[in-house]
């Protein structure tokens, strides 16, 4: 929590702590940070990484609970689906094959591309037969994946996920970081924005003083379309849309 904690600092001080009176809790800040953090999380790309993890399958188990973080799951591998030679042996790689005919002569092996292309069609084969990528349904509310195919055997397969970065990563995100932090100012001008606005003057002496509720609304709403925009605009380090074609 170290760099939130920064970064409400940061906020209070922005906002003239230290010097006049902010009529705003810890819980508004957190408030601020946490509503920042979930906009930038549906918005943004770069919120979002690629990830494998492992998941131990139980005999006749068909449902897993996988971590919050887990946002989607796109396949699951097993670790195995059969070798080259028949029931045991050790696979063979279709690089090192390649390289040894191309370059070394060793002509006793299939090489070149076409190697490649060959063992990877047989793998495919492979693992149409035995069943090498396992079909399931993912909840993403509950985080719960079911299998749709009995388990006979104890295992351990791979999960092809898409997972959420932490707050702590997305804190010190060179790209990340000054997109949230300017988000999270502008949410917590517009909570004392509406706690000032509840008042239009303080009363003292030669007519009392007058708050600023409204300019803080106008610098707040326009520091959030201007980071909307940004967005638009991949300014926050997530990855373009490329070219498209048709």
């Given at each position: ?86 029931s045991g042996g050790a696979d063979m790689e279709p690089f090192e094959a390649a390289y040894l005919n191309n370059y070394l002569l ?11 292309d060959a063992l990877s069609q047989h793998r495919e084969t492979l693992g149409r037969i035995f069943g090498k990528e396992l079909l399931f349904t993912w909840n993403t509310v509950s985080k719960k994946i079911t299998i749709h195919r009995r388990t ?95």
């Amino acid at each position: 929590m170290a760099k939130r904690d920064e970064l409400i600092k940061e906020i209070e001080l922005r906002l003239g702590g230290q010097m006049v009176d902010v009529e705003l809790d810890p819980e508004h800040y957190d408030l601020s940070i946490r509503k920042a953090l979930e906009k930038y999380r549906q918005r943004s790309e770069n919120a979002v990484e690629e990830s494998f993890i492992t998941l131990d399958l139980v005999i006749d188990v068909a449902d897993y609970t996988l971590p919050d973080e887990v946002i989607d799951v796109y396949t699951i591998y097993r670790r195995a689906s059969g070798t080259l030679n028949g029931s045991g042996g050790a696979d063979m790689e279709p690089f090192e094959a390649a390289y040894l005919n191309n370059y070394l002569l060793h002509g006793g092996r299939a090489g070149g591309l076409a190697t490649f292309d060959a063992l990877s069609q047989h793998r495919e084969t492979l693992g149409r037969i035995f069943g090498k990528e396992l079909l399931f349904t993912w909840n993403t509310v509950s985080k719960k994946i079911t299998i749709h195919r009995r388990t006979k055997a104890a295992d351990t397969v791979y999960l092809h996920t898409y997972k959420q970065r932490s707050e702590e990563e997305l804190l010190s995100d060179t790209y990340a970081m000054p997109w949230i932090k300017e988000l999270s100012l502008a949410y917590s001008k517009l909570m004392l924005a509406e706690a000032r606005g509840k008042f239009n003057t303080i009363a003292g002496p030669q007519g009392g003083t007058s708050l600023n509720a409204d300019a803080l609304r106008s610098d707040a709403q326009m520091a959030i379309d201007k980071l909307d925009d940004e967005l638009k605009t991949y300014t926050d380090g997530q990855a373009g849309l490329g070219i498209i074609i048709g």
